[in-house]
């Protein structure tokens, strides 16, 4: 399983204003922000701190007409000692962190479809 998931598709219009919205909405918190003319605007979102469990993560960049999305669980470190990576894709398949990772795959999938994205399955 690879340490992240990644989703690109075409830019239409400014996305920022809906995953304001969906951020607020889900309880994500925006923990890394940036934008540039080099590299368009990167936002890191985190939910959840990792302390009970895994915390959800997905960052999102915008630039050339494209938006991409990255998601991963970044996990508890106690439950690493039990051999869980401490960042895992959340794409369907596998037992290993489960949960989390459907957890994660469904707030993604819900701002995917409010930007008319492709969804994970």
Known sequence: M???TVIEFALTGDVWAEVSRWAEEMGYREIV???SAERGTIKVYR???GAL???????ISEHGGKIRFEG???SWPIVRILGVPERMGIEPG?????LPRRRA????NRLLSRL???TLR
């Open 94 to 98: 596998g037992l290993q962190a489960a």
């Open 105 to 108: 795959r469904a707030d993604l």
């Open 53 to 59: 469990s895994s915390a959800r993560m997905l960052s």
């Open 2 to 4: 690879d340490d992240s």
């Open 47 to 49: 939910r959840g701190t």
């Open 72 to 74: 991963w669980i970044q």
């Open 33 to 35: 922000g940036d934008s």
């Open 116 to 118: 008319g994205g492709p």
